[in-house]
Each structure stands twice: as C-alpha cells, then as structure tokens.
C-alpha cells in the first residue's frame, strides 16, 4: 500500500511540476531542478508515453533546417538511404557505422587524448569533496576506472568540431529528432581495467539516460573494441515506448545489475556492440544501456549528443574559442541555433 501511495504521490506532483518547470524554461531558459526530476519521473511512470507528447510539442516549433549535402562519415544519406537508418532506429535503437571515421583522424585524436589533461572520475566507495587534479593520462599504468577530458578543450579540436558539423550526422539526428537538432553534452572517456568488478560511478551498469525530452548519441571507438575491451553493451529495444518493464522504471532512476536486466529480456537483445577503431553508433539512450568492465586494454571513445531541446539537465557551459575547421564555420553561418549551447 505504501508503494501504491507513493507512486500516486510522485505522479501528481510530476503532473503539475512538468509544465510549470516547461513554462519556466520557456521564459528563462533554465531548467528547475525540479522540472527535470519530473520530466524522469514522468518518463518512469508513464513508460515513455510523456516524453513522447512533449517531443511531438518540440517539433512544432524547432522546424527541420536545409541541408546543402546528407554525405558524410556515415555515408551518403539519401532520401532512402536516411529513411532506412531512421527505421533501424525507431526499431533497435542503434545502428552501428563500422570504421565509419577515418584513420588518420582516430590517430589525431587518440595524440589529442595523450597530450591533454584528463581528470580521473571518483570510483564507488572513494569519498571526498576535493576535484580530481587533471593529469596526462598513462595507459600503462591507470590509477581509476575512468578518465573523463573537459568539453572546453574538446570543442576546439578540428576533429570534433568537424564531428560536430558532419552532415550526414545531422541528417539522420534531424530526421530521427524530427526537428532541427541541437548540439549538447560533449564528451570523451578512458575506461580501464583498474578494477576486476563494475564501476557504477563510470556508468559500468545498466541504465537509462533521461537529461534531455528526445536525443541521439554518437559513440566514436577511438581505440579497437573487443569483448574484453568493455564493449559499449546495448538493451535492442528497450528504448521503444513500453520498451523498459514498469517494475524496473517504478524503481525511478536506478542503475540495474546484468541479472536484473536479463530477467525481463531475450538474451539476443543484450548486446555488446564489439567494434573496430573509428566504428560510430548512433544510439537512442532512452533505451538501457552501459560500459562493459574493461578486462584487457583501456578503452578510448568520443561522444557527442544531439537534442531536440535543452530542457532538463544543467551541464556547466563551454565555449567555442577557435573555429578550427571550415565545415563548422559554414554550419555556424546557416544555422547557428544548433550550437547555442557553445557560442
């Protein structure tokens, strides 16, 4: 009875305190904490129906921009091509872009990632307030599970911001988001096998994201991926509307052991997506997912997100310092709402 009673108490509270934190934002431009801690549980009682409607609402109002060119590092996205994507998507959740980023740009990328300071991400059971100093990273001698580099210098990496900027990538964001995209939450991540069991502070247990109302994720191997490797592991489905069983969502915002997760589904549909160095995944987070735990060498990837808004979760801010790469000039110029989150 108290479960009951505390479901109905969340659910009304999430009702009211939805739309007044959506009209705050309308306003501001911030989101309340509390507006997005209602958006999740909104999400978790109604199974994705809420954040359905309100991406419906999005899209009205963020119209689709007009792309000169659809061909990129996934391809040339033509009309059939880019509606055969988008249907994988709705259907999977994913789709995987094998060795889709060139050599010579995974090499740039990977003296980028030994050259700058990182910062070590604090592990399960470590206290402390103090921040992490950054450091270069060795990856011979790992002293965490995870080391995470700031936006800030990624966003003036000419590799990124070609990234940023690729065509096809927001193509197939547009047409999946069904409005124009947004740029947000940048990021890239060592995880090593510091330690032999997972990590949940380094996302090494499944869960769901839930920062933004509708998204896409691009997940860029920088290093060869094998099964000990702490594949990127995906739930084939579970991102759909129903997708992830009430028992689970109920528990809110939760992360979920392998055993937990393989009691509601096929084990077909609990996948390790094992991939080559410079292999893209394009991957609608909603769904359940997590890092595996690293067993053999560390495991570099870039990602980057495309939103349909950036109501919900605070991120601090970064900026473009240099525009390195002419693509991401041209994009600025045509449509420089996609990157508001960074000029």
């Not at 990856?139 to 990624?154: F, H, I, M, N």
């Not at 990538?169 to 096998?193: F, G, K, S």
């Amino acid at each position: 009875m108290r479960s009951i009673l505390r479901v109905l108490v969340l659910t009304i509270r999430g009702a009211v305190l939805l739309p007044v934190g959506l009209m705050s934002y309308w306003r501001t431009g911030r989101t309340p904490e509390y507006a997005h801690q209602a958006l999740i549980w909104m999400f978790c009682v109604t199974q994705g129906r809420s954040s359905d409607f309100l991406s419906k609402m999005v899209s009205r109002f963020r119209p689709r921009i007009g792309l000169d060119s659809s061909t990129g590092v996934l391809g040339d996205l033509t009309g059939q091509e880019l509606g055969k994507l988008v249907g994988r998507l709705r259907e999977d959740g994913f789709v995987v872009f094998d060795r889709a980023l060139p050599a010579d740009a995974c090499d740039r990328l990977m003296r980028f990632a030994l050259s700058t300071p990182s910062c070590s991400r604090r592990m399960d059971g470590e206290s402390g307030t103090a921040a992490p100093k950054p450091t270069l990273f060795d990856p011979e001698s790992p002293q965490a599970v995870r080391y995470d580099y700031t936006t800030g210098s990624l966003l003036d990496n000419p590799d990124v911001q070609a990234l940023m900027a690729d065509p096809s990538i927001l193509a197939l964001a547009q047409e999946y988001l069904q409005c124009r995209p947004v740029a947000d939450v940048l990021n890239m991540w060592w995880h090593t096998n510091y330690h032999k069991q997972p990590d949940s502070q380094a996302a090494q247990f499944f869960h769901f994201d839930m920062d933004r109302i509708k998204w896409l994720k691009i997940f860029v191997y920088l290093t060869d991926v094998l099964p000990e490797n702490g594949p990127h592991s995906f739930v084939r489905g579970s991102h759909r509307t129903g997708g992830i069983p009430a028992r689970l969502l109920l528990r809110g915002y939760e992360r979920l052991t392998d055993e937990e997760v393989r009691q509601c589904y096929a084990d077909k549909d609990c996948l390790a997506l094992t991939a080559p160095r410079g292999s893209i995944i394009v991957e609608d987070t909603r769904g359940l997912h997590k890092g595996a735990n690293v067993r053999g060498a560390p495991r570099l990837v870039l990602q980057l997100q495309l939103s349909n808004a950036l109501f919900g979760a605070k991120y601090p801010r970064a900026r473009i310092t240099r525009v390195q790469d002419p693509s991401l000039q041209k994009m600025l110029s045509l449509a420089p709402a996609i990157y508001s989150q960074y000029i």
